[in-house]
């Protein structure tokens, strides 16, 4: 028989498909894939060392280089860790509305740039990620409008909210919920019938139940497995409890079916977003002595549902207003864990389709 | 508006007839030749500019963004811009390269996408010569293209490069195939294949609607056979980042960017020619019904860049070898009757059938579809277990 | 049918360059809309671009520009005690400070401000430092054009960080 | 089924594994001093926690702590298990067998803190490069930066076969 050897290629790290600074060590035969080794640290600034060394309000700015897509997700599930930790009591109702206002802005900027992205990666020429990013830039400019920046917004912090909205805050995030159905059924008709789409996503990726949950995998790639596991109703915090919305599973266990839980999300947000924009009391927004933060001995670990899965924060505190042990549970790095997986089998073409369906941020898998 | 119509036809006339005055007759052939020759290349070089700039302009639009307006007014001076940035930039020739296959792939791939020009006729006497094989010939000569790819592919001497025209020899290939079948369907109604011929010999309604599935063979055929859009694999591939083209540069990238879009033009030219009815149109004169069609055709070509993801390799043949080709046999068969038939109704027998054709066709990709074998994309490989 | 859901992503992007072009029409004479505006506006339809030199954004009002000292707005006189909270409060540690005694007793002004320096280009725009002042000294501009060709240039000194007579 | 009483079936099931419940802590939390694996096993098993939510290594000064979170999908709250040990002989066994989950984060807790684990499958390091002198989060680790001279310096084996196109 005609004797082959198999062709090993190198992609990334600098490489338009690969959302960042991630590097993978490719092993062909022919153009169907055998062996996929990844490699990360490229973006590894030590931000578990760096943390070390601050006090637990100077660690809040870091918590939104971590996951830059959706900043505010990270200052959520930090405030939570700290807050678990100093045993602070419960917030404000106000500053409770307003932080799950802000997670699930973030959710819904954060699978725009997904979905987005992933059509990119299809070759759809630009115009998708336009739509997509036009409004992200919406949702983007409600962040700047309360909190002073786009992206690295600091906004939510241990003991409550950085400071109250503005009075035009609330009347744009109800232009924006009025609008945002309509773009989510646009984008649906755009792309989900869309033959090629299905043609390039259906089968590709495909990742059983049992093998992602063994994997550590969360999040909509999780969720489109067909396991309903969301940490917003496995174990509520902040007010998720008393809003209903249900937790949307998809059974095609591929790429296509990521694409579809994540428009699914999108509409659940716009939803939550409705009943807390509804429920919104007055009143306070930070709770009382929150200026020196200083935890008694102990540790504590605290998780969110993430856009992009569990995001975990686990805080050892030795007593100083320094935390002794610093650590983030990444998901983009637990959801890289299944990428090999996914991709052996495949041709080159659907290895970046599968990174795309994954969503990763370099930020929060180098830390 | 008589004289608007043949405005060129007069314009020969009367240069011709100037030139008699001191040129012998061969002479005078000679120099219409080659007035006819330098027009028609400034016509299309100045096209093909601005074919960059209106699809810029377009698939701005498409994606809510104004498209280049910055140099000149409305950005018209853009192409230009383009051009000078082309010829500036320095024309690096890699170490490895294979040097004679290297030079000439540019050259072999903008010589017969212009040479294909001799036989278009963009109105009643608009035609450089009126051979009584021209679609035979502009099908030949556009596969020339093909053997370009692959030189400029394997002259690189690159990996990448390699197999970005390996893929596009392939998809040329399995392209033409279909097309040859579509265009032989209008052969069928017109019985030449000189274009002027077909043109004049269709009937008062443009064969796009006796002819659908003809009309659509051909539409996907040409937009693969340019590399554009949902098949544009070979050269802008988003896993491999390399094409036939990575390692040219300056005038060299400039020839193979102008062979695209002149093939695109010329694609376009072939569908309006034969599916809708050429230059025939009430009131405007002949060759700007004929633009007007063309660039109908284009948009619909930038239309479908902006909008739709790319198609996997595989995906690619597949449509090509299993679906276009025997769609477009069935529709020859098919048409050939229609056509023998004499039916009375003008084009309603033909757009019946072919709606009956598509039907079937439709039950059938569904059926094979629901088939295991084809469900799953991943087939079985010896893994290497982690 | 087969092609439907080809042909309905069709009916959307042409939807958009028709949007684009009615909103030329509306918008017809002028080519930079002039008035900056706040935000962009969700229910707007048309092209999106914000066509940067000539038009531009307005910055809302919590807009981390750049860092900006504050005067009184009655004596004129820049608020700054030199109590280094911001100096602490920054979790870069971009921010220098460093004061003396102020030599005439009885002036109000207790501590003079000798050296004010804000590395703009290690900052990360958190705000921590105007949160933690407590005399409502530091403040944040709305400029945003703070690029310089070089990174010396980045490190403010107190003049230029003085907020403009009568601004 | 709350977590203590999984944990006391968990004792009497295997005695040798010696589990004991850590006090004050925020969440149910377990120091197993006993054989690691085998509790691991048996709570995957019976207990039902198929998720490893997170692996963090702590360098706790005298000596090393590794911290594992357990859930369930089924519902379930957290359930801490903690290894301890000194840092002469800072290894634990592996639990990629029970939880592939593991891979990746236990390979970072040896990349950054040093603990080296029994038999997994790759221990290479993750985020630094392979020559990295010693370990950052120690507490010991003075804060160096590198440059990139240095860095090439101290880099021992390119480990990436690197493509040969």
Not at chain 1, 120 to 146: K, S
Not at chain 1, 235 to 243: F, I, K, N, R, T
Not at chain 1, 343 to 366: F, N, R, Y
Not at chain 4, 91 to 115: F, N, T
């Amino acid at each position: 028989m005609l004797r082959t050897e198999t062709l090993s290629i190198n992609m990334g790290p600098q490489h338009p498909s690969t959302h960042g600074v991630f590097r993978m060590v490719l092993t062909l035969d022919g153009e169907r894939v055998v062996d996929l080794v990844p490699h990360f640290g490229y973006l590894h600034r030590g931000i578990e060392k760096l943390a070390e060394g601050r006090t637990y309000l100077q660690n809040v700015p870091f918590t939104d280089r971590l996951d830059y897509i959706s900043g505010m997700s990270n200052n959520l599930a930090y405030a939570l860790a700290v807050e678990k930790l100093a045993g602070m009591g419960p917030m404000p109702e106000r500053a409770e509305y307003l932080r799950v206002i802000m997670a699930e802005l973030t959710r819904l900027a954060n699978h725009c740039v997904a979905i987005g992205f992933l059509l990119n990666d299809l070759g759809a020429f630009f115009t998708p990620v336009l739509y997509c990013l036009r409004q992200r830039e919406y949702i983007v400019d409600l962040f700047e409008m309360a909190s002073g920046s786009r992206m690295t917004p600091s906004y939510i912090r241990p003991g409550g909210v950085a400071g109250d909205v503005p009075p035009e805050f609330l009347p744009a995030v109800r232009k924006l919920l009025a609008q945002m159905p309509s773009f989510i059924d646009q984008l649906d008709q755009l792309l989900t019938g869309n033959e090629i789409l299905m043609a390039r996503m259906q089968g590709v990726g495909v990742l059983p139940p049992e093998r992602a949950v063994a994997l550590g995998v969360t999040g909509p790639l999780l969720r489109a497995s067909g396991v309903p596991y969301d940490v917003r109703t496995a174990e509520p915090y902040s007010v998720y409890g008393q809003l209903d919305f249900d937790v949307v599973t998809e059974q095609g266990q591929d790429a296509y079916a990521r694409y579809l839980v994540r428009i699914g999300e999108m509409r659940q947000s716009v939803r939550i977003l409705e009943q807390a924009l509804a429920r919104l009391p007055e009143g306070p927004v930070m709770a009382e002595g929150v200026k020196r933060i200083r935890p008694p001995a102990g540790e504590a670990y605290a998780r969110i549902e993430a856009p992009k899965g569990e995001l975990g924060f686990y805080l050892v505190s030795d007593g100083t207003p320094n935390p002794y042990r610093y650590h983030i549970r990444a998901t983009s790095l637990a959801n890289l864990g299944a990428l090999r997986d996914m991709c052996i089998g495949h041709l080159v073409a659907d290895v970046v389709i599968i990174l795309g369906s994954i969503d990763i941020t370099l930020g929060e898998v180098d830390r | 508006m008589p004289f608007l119509n043949n405005l060129f036809g007069n314009l020969q006339d009367l240069i011709s007839s100037w030139l008699a005055g001191f040129l012998p007759q061969w002479g005078v052939d000679l120099a219409m030749m080659a007035i006819t020759t330098v027009a028609l290349l400034a016509f299309l070089v100045v096209v093909v500019m601005y074919l960059t700039y209106l699809e810029r302009k377009v698939l701005g639009r498409i994606a809510d963004r104004p498209g280049p307006n910055r140099v000149g007014p409305l950005g018209l001076f853009q192409p230009f811009a383009d051009v000078l940035k082309l010829i500036i930039k320095e024309a690096t020739t890699p170490q490895g390269v294979d040097y004679p296959t290297y030079i000439l792939a540019p050259i072999l791939i903008v010589a017969p996408a212009l040479l294909v020009y001799a036989v278009i006729p963009f109105g009643p006497r608009m035609v450089p010569t009126d051979i009584n094989v021209a679609l035979l010939f502009v099908v030949a000569i556009s596969s020339v293209a093909t053997l370009a790819l692959l030189m400029g592919g394997w002259g690189s001497g690159n990996k990448y490069s390699l197999l970005g025209g390996m893929r596009a020899v392939a998809q040329m290939i399995s392209y033409e195939l279909p097309l040859a079948f579509a265009f032989l369907g209008v052969v069928l109604v017109t019985g030449s294949l000189s274009l002027v011929k077909i043109v004049e010999g269709q009937p008062g309604y443009p064969l796009a609607l006796a002819q659908p599935i003809g009309f659509l063979i051909a539409l996907i055929c040409v937009v693969a056979e340019s590399n554009r859009a949902p098949f544009d694999l070979p050269e802008a591939e988003s896993e491999l980042v390399a094409g036939y083209h990575t390692e040219y540069g300056g005038v060299r990238f400039a020839m193979f960017f102008l062979a695209e879009y002149i093939e695109m033009f010329t694609g376009s030219a072939m569908v309006a020619l034969l599916f809708l009815g050429g230059w025939r149109g009430p009131i405007l004169p002949p060759y700007v019904w004929m633009l007007i069609k063309v660039y109908a055709v284009l948009f619909f070509m930038f239309w479908l860049r902006g909008t739709f993801p790319r198609l996997r390799v595989d995906q690619l043949m597949g449509l090509s070898w299993k679906f276009l080709l025997p769609l477009g046999m069935v529709n020859v068969i098919v048409m050939a009757f229609i056509d023998k038939l004499h039916l009375p109704g003008g084009f309603l027998p033909g757009l019946a059938a072919s709606i009956v054709i598509l039907a079937v066709a439709g039950g059938v990709v569904r059926i094979g579809r629901r088939s295991p074998a084809v469900r799953t994309a991943r087939p079985g490989l010896r893994v290497k277990e982690a | 049918m087969l092609g439907t859901g080809l042909l309905k992503g069709l009916a959307v992007t042409f939807r958009h360059v028709v949007a684009t072009y009615v909103k030329d029409l509306k918008s017809f004479p002028r080519r930079y809309r002039k008035e900056p505006v706040a935000g962009q506006d969700p229910s707007l339809r048309g092209f999106f671009t914000v066509q940067y030199p000539e038009e531009r954004l307005r910055m809302f009002a919590r807009f981390h520009g750049c860092l900006l000292q504050a005067r009184d707005p009655e004596t004129g006189d820049y608020k700054c005690t030199a109590c280094r909270a911001c100096e602490r409060a920054c979790p870069h540690g971009v921010i220098v400070v460093e004061g003396e005694r102020n030599p005439d007793r009885e002036s109000k002004k207790k501590m003079l401000v000798t050296k004010f320096t804000w590395d703009a280009g290690r900052c990360l725009f958190c705000g921590l430092c105007v949160e933690a002042c407590n005399f409502d000294a530091l403040r944040w501009s709305q400029d945003y054009e703070l690029a310089s060709y070089d990174r010396d240039a980045l490190v403010y000194d107190f003049e230029r960080l003085l907020e403009k007579r009568g601004a | 089924m709350s977590e203590s009483d999984t944990i006391s079936r968990l004792q009497a099931a295997l005695p040798d594994a010696r589990v004991q419940p850590v006090e004050g802590a925020k969440d149910p939390t377990f120091l197993v001093e006993g054989d690691l694996l085998q509790a691991a096993a048996w709570l995957r098993a019976e207990g039902g926690y198929d998720f490893l939510s997170s692996v963090t290594g702590v360098d706790r000064g005298d000596h090393f702590e590794v911290v594992y979170h357990l859930y369930r999908t089924q519902g379930g709250g957290p359930l801490v298990l903690k290894v301890a040990g000194p840092w002469e002989k800072a290894e634990v066994p592996s639990l990629v067998g029970v939880w592939p989950a593991a891979e990746l984060q236990e390979r970072e807790a040896y990349d950054l803190l040093g603990i080296t684990f029994l038999g997994h499958p790759d221990p290479r390091r993750i985020l630094l490069w392979e020559g990295f002198p010693g370990h950052p989060l120690r507490r010991s680790f003075e804060n160096k930066t590198f440059a990139h001279a240095e860095m090439r310096a101290t880099m021992t084996s390119d480990e990436v076969p690197h493509a040969e196109n």
